[in-house]
Structure formats: C-alpha cells, structure tokens
C-alpha cells in the first residue's frame, strides 16, 4: 500500500491490490507464529519437564532458567507474528469492500463509454441537443466528492446533458471508496509499524508491555474481521458448535489476537482456554507492568492494587511454568474486579469426575489465592484420584467475593453481601454448563463445592432455575448459611448434600440476624478499637468482641437452627449429610483464630474431611464417616 510510505492511495493502485497477496503474506507469518509456538511448546513440556523432574544441582537449574527465558522469547515470536498475521488479514477483509466499489463504478463507466481519469474525474461525450439551436449538448468532466452534498442541486438542473447526473455519480462513487480504502490504509499502516522488534532478540518486561500495547491496537482493527463473530451472548453449547466450526486457521487467529476472550469463554474446551489463558496471563503481567512503570503520584491505593495483581498473577505463572502432576489448566484469568482465574488440576474435558470450588470472603486475585486456594484445589484432585484416577478439581474465582473491613462489619448487617453471592451464582451456573458441554464422557459424576462464602454462592447457584448443570453432588464446607431451608432446595436431593462443619469453625456458628441486630452497637464501638490496634483483622475481632454481650442477650431469642443465611446446612432441621471433620483448635482459648476455618481441605490439617471431601468427589459420597447433625 502506498500510504505505508507517505503517498496518497489513488484509485489505480486501489483496483491493483491483490488481497490474496495480503492473505498469503498472512499465511506466512502465521507459519512463523505456528513454528515459535511449537517450540515453546517442546521447551516447556519436553525439555524443561525431563529436566527437572530428572536431575538436580545448580548446573540444572542454570540451564532450567536459561530454556525458560528461551521459551518467552519464542511466546514473544508467536505473539507478534499472530499479530502480523491477523493485522494482514484484516486488512485484505477491509479492503475488498471499497475495492468492490470501486470496479463496480469503473464497469459503470466503461458500459457507458465514459473515460475515468488518473484522478477520479469521469469524463462523458456529447448528448441530447440544445432546446433553441438543436445543436447536440457538449461533454464535460465531473469532479468526484467522497462527501455527500445532499444540498447540492440535481445535475439534471445544472448541466442539461443526459451524461452529467450519471458521471458525477460515478465520479462520486470512486472518491468515496478511495477515501474510505485511504482511511484503512493509514490505520492499518499505524498498526503495522508498531510490530516491530530489536535485533538480538531478548525479551523484557518492558517489551511485554509493548506487546500488551500492540495487542490492543490490533483488536481494536480486528473488531469486525473476528470479534463480532464471537458468541459471548451464545450458550455454552452454542459457543461449542461455533468453535468446533472454525477452520484451524482461523482458530489459531482468535488465540492470537483474542486470547482473553477466548479463554474466558464458557463452551471452548479446556485445552483451548488452557494455551489462550496462558498467552493472556502473559499480556496482562505485561500490561501492569507497565502501568506500575509510570509516575504513580497521586494514583494511592491503584498502585497497590496493581502491585497486588501483578503479585497473583506472576505466582500463578510460575506455578504454570513448573509444570507437576497433576498437571494444571488455566480455564480463565482477568484482572476485572478483585481479579479472575479458574484453574483446574486435571483436564476437566476427559476426567469422569470433576469438582468446582467456589471460596469464599476476602477472596482475591493476589498471592494468598495462589498459595491457599490453588492448593486446596490440588489437594481435592490428588485426594479423588486415590479413589478414581479420572478425577480433576476445579477452583473457581469467577466472580467478585466480598472484601472484609470495619465498615463491612458494622454496617448493613440485613444485606452482608448477599448480591455478590446472587450475581456469582449466575456466572457459576454458566461455566457449570459449559463443563458439561465440554467433557467428553458420557455422564460424568459433577460435583459443586462451596467453602465459607463461597458455601452461599453454590447455594444460590443451586437454588436456581435447573439448579447447577450437571451436578450430581455439592459439597458445603464452613458454611454460614445457602439461603436455602433445607437441603431439598438444591436439586439434588437430600441424600447428595454433604456438609463439613467444625465444631470450632466461628463462621458455621455465625448469629442469625436477629442475634446480629443485638450485636451492632457493641460490635462498632469494638471495630473502632481494634481497627486502631489491628487494620481489618483487628476490626473483626474487636467487633466480635465488643458485640459478645449484646449476643448472648439476643440468642435466648434465636432459632437454634438459624445462622446468618439460613437453616444451619450441618443442623439436622437442614437435612443434608453431615460427615466427619476435626474440632480445630478454639479461636481464642486455644488461640486458633479462624484455623478451623481453614483446614478442611487440609490432609495435613485435617486428614478425615480432606479424605471425605475426596472420596464424595470421586463419586463414593456413599463411603464418607459421617458425625450427627447438629
């Protein structure tokens, strides 16, 4: 394209472009990207795999680090020419359209016998005659104008030969799409400069925010040619059909150019969402690295929120990058709200049993999610596949769950949070759906798993219209409550609702609200104190400490069956199974804090409910040690 080098696009070189020519360059571009991607791929799973779980010492490690650093360097490769490629095909796609206007204009002239000039102008003959002297009316040239002047008068009123009106619509045609193929190549010349890369490649992290940047840029020139195609508002099963559909090579453009929308999206199998989640992960490390590069004067607490981002992500990368059995799949990443990522250990596609646990407050996409949440994941999987080796175990961090502070405490005790388990439930029941479509056995055994508030959301989720796709069991782990009344209210029935519930677990014994409304006074004044002693830990206690005697005031009055969201899940009015867990040691005279809380998943901590969390997970709910009922 001319524009590229600085030169006005005129309408010859429009008709000339070959846009199989584009297409054909893009071709070769993506078999650049194919061939980078393919040996990152060799490096990570093959070299790097055989390596380390091989052989040890500094040497090993040396070269461990030395592939990996190789292996982003070709990420960087596959990256930027899927890029090239994508920007090339578009281009062609944009083009065809005023190019097709164009010939349509220049058939319409040479039918009429009309001469197109280098600049547009049309030129017609003589025709009809003068009224008064009956000589036949002169030719003319018309001007072309890729505006429209509605205002302007009819041709046939201003020039009386028959040829006017019709050459000045062709002149105007041809203006138009040379105007519009001017505007796409400046565009797309833009763009393309952007893709470019040092000699000597070495990857940084200030040329992966460059890609973020570039990636960015493309999108936005590839809305039409891809985006629109895609079916965010499909169904799962939708969505599915749409991408079995595609040919390879355009797949590999999506995973390219739209990686976050691809692996976010519910209905694309697992090891689709696993590579464009992988690519992604990388694009947003890239991205808020070089946000945490600027002047953050005056930016306060985004900084922190970027430095704590950067901090998950780059943990979970690192988990990827170690690779380990059972081997991990990203099923979805996103910096949205207090962040996203789902993560699977097991493929969720092929394994006949497969778990999803939502966690529950405070939950974040920071380091505390990767060394907590990602490891009761992984314990769950490695539990299950003692009982059926087809087992993989999910964590879902697909929705915003509630952040704790002082305020929070001693505030709007009637709602507490209660939409954000609601607008969770409904992103929940969709990528169940999705884990449905995608596994490839016939009836796989699905299990819902909710921990704390988390516990909640399963239960909305349950609650709902069909309850949760697929599930045949749900498992509720130091629950405060579903908002449900009995466990025949989560569409399983009775018998497949497994609850775990500490006796020294504090937040399976939280006030129902009638008790909290005794509680508010003197839960504020103690907020006050311990947030001045403790931040948000300290407010917690203070609050429990300080509204204690209001508490005991207000609980002769309660339900013994109600905690804060309902019919307790581990009282016997509830109706669900309850079975077996350790006691924990007590929050404050053993000073245990919240560790009861925390430790059901734990076959450390607690090896009898991690080993029935497993054995329900594995389809063998039937086998659990269970414990009365409250």
Known sequence: MRAAVGEALTWGQLGAVRCAVLEGAADGWGTASNRADAARDRIDK????????????????????????????????????????????????????????????????????????????????????????????????????????????????????????RAQEIAD???????????????????????????????????????????????????????DAIPVDGSPAERKAWWDGLTQERREEYLAVFPGEIGNLDGIPAEVRDAANRDNLRLLIGRLEGLGGRDGEGRGGEDERVETRLAGLRAIDEQLRAGGNPPMYLLGIGDEGNGRAIVSYGNPDTARNVSAYV???????????????????RDTAIGAQEYDRSSASIVWLGYDAPQLSAADITGNTDVMFADQARVGAVAYNEFMSGISVTNENDDPHVTAVGHSYGSLTVGQAAQRPGGVPGADDIILLGSPGTGARSADELGVGREHVFVGAAENDPVTAMPAKIEARGMATGAASGAVVGAALGGPVGAAAGAVGGGAAAYFAQDAQADGREIWYGTDPAHEAFGAQRF?????????????????HANYFNPDADEESARNIAKVVAGQGRNISVQEPR
């Open 173 to 227: 045609a041809i203006a138009r799409a040379v105007g519009e193929a001017r505007e796409i190549d400046a565009r797309y010349a833009r763009a393309l400069r952007k893709l470019t890369a040092r000699d000597g490649l070495h990857v940084t992290d200030a040329m992966w925010a460059d890609v973020s940047g570039d990636a960015t840029a493309v999108r936005g020139l590839a809305d039409e040619y891809l985006k």
């Open 580 to 596: 077996r867990v350790e006691d924990g040691p007590r929050p404050v005279r053993d000073g245990g804090g919240f560790a009861a």
């Open 359 to 377: 966690p529950g407050l405070g939950t974040a996409l920071d380091e505390e999610f990767v060394r907590n949440d990602l490891k009761r994941a």
């Open 46 to 165: 093959q070299l790097v795999a055989r390596l380390a779980a091989t052989q040890e010492g500094e040497a090993v490690d040396a070269a461990v680090a030395r592939l990996r650093g190789l292996s982003r360097n070709f990420q960087y490769v596959y990256t930027e020419c899927g890029l090239v490629r994508t920007t090339l095909n578009s281009l062609a796609g944009e083009l065809r359209a005023p190019q097709r206007r164009l010939r349509e204009a220049l058939e319409d002239a040479r039918g009429l016998k009309f001469a197109v000039h280098e600049d547009g102008s049309v030129s017609y003959p003589a025709a009809g005659e003068n009224i008064l002297t009956r000589e036949k009316l002169p030719g003319g040239t018309a001007a072309g104008s890729a505006v429209s002047l509605l205002l302007a008068p009819p041709q046939a009123l201003t020039n009386p030969n028959p040829h006017a009106a």
